[in-house]
């Protein structure tokens, strides 16, 4: 399977949920403004982080898959990260580990 095949197998525990909330939030103003290299669109391997037609970074947590690679690549403070409790039904589902 591809990387991508795989992501696709990912369960999420708040999928068809309405009251889903982030538990990565980004300020993409400070991505469009002051990062030199925009490396989270390189290194996220579940695509969250895109570049528009104009450069600019954008992002949705809602594909996430929580391997905390954002945090590292992040080194201009636009990455802030609560990891989900899973008692309230959110995160991913493991199956393995």
Same mark, same amino acid.
């Given at each position: 399977m ?9 369960? !999420? ?10 538990h ?17 669109? !390189? ?31 992040c080194?201009? @403070?636009?990455?802030?990260?609560h !990891?989900?409790?899973?008692?309230? @039904? ?5 199956? !393995?580990?």
């Amino acid at each position: 399977m591809t990387i991508a095949e795989r992501l696709g197998t990912v369960n !999420y525990r708040n999928q068809e949920r309405r009251d889903a909330r982030p538990h990565i939030l980004v300020d993409t103003n400070i991505c469009n403004t002051r990062c030199p290299h925009k490396a989270t669109t !390189y290194v996220c391997p579940a695509n969250c982080y895109t570049l528009d037609e104009q450069g600019h970074v954008h992002f949705q947590f809602e594909d996430c898959i929580e391997c905390g690679t954002c945090m590292y690549a992040c080194d201009q @403070g636009a990455v802030s990260w609560h !990891y989900p409790d899973p008692e309230q @039904g959110r995160g991913v589902n493991w199956n !393995y580990g």
